[in-house]
Structure formats: structure tokens, C-alpha cells
């Protein structure tokens, strides 16, 4: 069973960047599809990017434009790179593999 491990995560104000990364315990080459979720305090866990395994790309329409994710099967990791970033980006963001397998989640918190 593959384990994921995200990192990259911090405070950062309104209009800065982060890039989180999610790194595998484990070859990702076997799972067609990782994505990145966030959940806000006091609110559900939603859907924010995912990759096939040959680069197919898909966003939510709140981060279009403004985050972009990338996957490297030889170093069995996922990237999230998001710029612009708004308040209401604040979440908690998990990596998650179409296996079924999450990751604990890294805090991305920004200041207005």
C-alpha cells in the first residue's frame, strides 16, 4: 500500500505563492489518477486538482487559473503549485490517489 506524504504548506499573504508537494512511500505509477483536496474549518472536504497518470489535468473553478498540478512518476511525487493566493484559500490540503489512499494533510494559511 502506497503512503502519501504531503509537505510545503505555511502562512503566506493574499496575492503570494506556495507549492506543496506530495511524495510517495512507494511507486504512484500503478495509480491512474492524484488529486488534491482541502477542507476548510467548519466546512466539507472538496476537490481542488487531480492528474491522470499520462497528464490529463482537471481544476475546480475557485483555483483555475491560479493553481497548477503536476506529477513526476520517476520521483513519485505530486506538486501543487498556487499562486494568487486568496484568503479563502485557507484550508487544510490532502493528496489522494485514486486507490483510495490520503495523505495526513499540510495547513496552507493566507492572510489578508
Known amino acids: 500500500q502506497v503512503q502519501l506524504v504531503e509537505s510545503g504548506g505555511g502562512l503566506v499573504q493574499a496575492g503570494g505563492s506556495l507549492r506543496l508537494s506530495c511524495a510517495a512511500r512507494?511507486?504512484?505509477?500503478?495509480?491512474?489518477?492524484m488529486g488534491w483536496y482541502r477542507q476548510a474549518p467548519g466546512k466539507q472536504r472538496e476537490w481542488v486538482a487531480s492528474?491522470?497518470?499520462?497528464?490529463?489535468?482537471g481544476y475546480a473553478d475557485s483555483v483555475k487559473g491560479r493553481f497548477t498540478i503536476s506529477r513526476d512518476n520517476v520521483k513519485n511525487t505530486v506538486y501543487l503549485q498556487m499562486n494568487s493566493l486568496k484568503p479563502e484559500d485557507t484550508a487544510v490540503y490532502y493528496c489522494?490517489?485514486?486507490?483510495?489512499?490520503w495523505g495526513q494533510g499540510t495547513q496552507v494559511t493566507v492572510s489578508s
Open positions: 512507494g511507486s504512484i505509477f500503478s495509480i491512474n489518477i
Open positions: 492528474i491522470s497518470r499520462d497528464g490529463i489535468t
Open positions: 489522494k490517489g485514486s486507490t483510495g489512499v
